[in-house]
Nanobody
Framework: QVQLVESGGGLVQPGGSLRLSCAAS????????MGWYRQAPGKERELVAS???????NYSDSMKGRFTISRDNAKNTVYLQMNSLKPDDTAVYYC????????????????WGQGTQVTVSS
């Protein structure tokens, strides 16, 4: 059993900052890519940012320069630092990871967190 637990969401004023965390736990042999997605009401889930196990990052164009993804491989944790937040950033933010659960299993499972609400409003 593997799970991802997000934390750090909440209510913030426009222009403010939040830092999201997502910790993986359970039967983990290795983790490949980790990432953050978001889903606003009435919209499809979209990629925010992703990071490989060796630290290569990818960002959605609308988040470049405002958001920073990082990870701590020793803690199986990925972070999302969000600055200069706008009302359009309001959404449920989901953590995603590709997890290999055993040395004798070659495939990676795609695991999702339960989501954390981020609301940007004055």
């Amino acid at each position: 059993q593997v799970q991802l637990v997000e934390s750090g969401g909440g209510l913030v004023q426009p222009g403010g900052s939040l830092r999201l965390s997502c910790a993986a736990s359970g039967s983990i042999f290795s983790i490949n890519a980790m990432g953050w997605y978001r889903q606003a009401p009435g919209k499809e889930r979209e990629l925010v940012a992703s990071i490989t196990s060796d630290g290569r990052t990818n960002y959605s164009d609308s988040m470049k320069g405002r958001f920073t993804i990082s990870r701590d491989n020793a803690k199986n944790t990925v972070y999302l630092q969000m600055n200069s937040l706008k009302p359009d950033d309001t959404a449920v933010y989901y953590c995603n990871a590709e997890i290999r659960t055993s040395s004798w299993l070659s495939r990676y499972l795609e695991v999702w967190g339960q989501g954390t609400q981020v609301t940007v409003s004055s």
